[in-house]
Nanobody, 124 residues
């Protein structure tokens, strides 16, 4: 059974930091590119950050460039998202997802496994 367990969300003040984690089981994570998406209330799910199979290449949405860092540890089947200088507009549910093959990493339609999501709220 494939499981992606998202954790690390919470309430943080603007300018603060959070570190999200995605623990993967049931698949060999090195065979997948991995990403984080987020969904704010009333909005569509959007791409946040992605990482290739080895961790050599990373990709970011324009709104988080320079503030967020995605990383992976294939030996531990773990994907992380370090979020710094958080803003109220970063509020939403964050989802880890696994992409097989060579499709567009920013397009959610190609992802076959998803975590349950973790809530991030940025507010004073």
């Amino acid at each position: 059974q494939v499981q992606l367990v998202d954790a690390g969300g919470g309430l943080v003040q603007p300018g603060g930091s959070l570190r999200l984690s995605c623990a993967v089981s049931g698949i060999t994570v090195v065979n997948f590119r991995m990403s984080w998406f987020r969904q704010a209330p009333g909005k569509e799910r959007e791409f946040v950050a992605g990482i290739d199979w080895s961790g050599t290449f990373t990709y970011y949405g324009d709104s988080v460039k320079g503030r967020f860092t995605i990383s992976r540890d294939n030996a531990k089947n773990l994907v992380s998202l370090q979020m710094n200088n958080l803003k109220p507009e970063d509020t939403g549910v964050y989802y880890c997802a696994a992409l097989a093959g060579h499709g567009d990493i920013k397009n959610m339609s190609g992802y076959i496994y998803w975590g349950q999501g973790t809530q991030v709220t940025v507010s004073s």
